[in-house]
């Protein structure tokens, strides 16, 4: 069984990829992401409870 981080983490994996077409690589904890998409707020979560780095794009 999952626990409820997990599956939020996944939540947002897909929601973030969903809603600002982001690149996400979970194992490296990375998302590629436009430059002005990086404060909303389950790309912030992302980051600052699952020690995701963001990486920008210019699109």
């Given at each position: 069984?999952?626990?409820?981080?997990?599956?939020r983490?996944?939540?947002?994996?897909?929601?973030?990829?969903?809603?600002?077409?982001?690149?996400?690589?979970?194992?490296?904890?990375?998302?590629?992401?436009?430059?002005?998409?990086?404060?909303e707020?389950?790309?912030?979560?992302l980051?600052?409870?699952?020690?995701?780095?963001?990486?920008?794009?210019?699109?």
């Open positions: 069984m999952v626990d409820k981080t997990t599956n983490r996944y939540y947002l994996h897909r929601a973030v990829k969903k809603q600002f077409n982001a690149r996400v690589s979970p194992r490296k904890k990375l998302v590629y992401i436009a430059y002005n998409l990086i404060e707020d389950k790309v912030k979560e980051q600052t409870k699952f020690n995701y780095t963001i990486q920008t794009e210019i699109v």
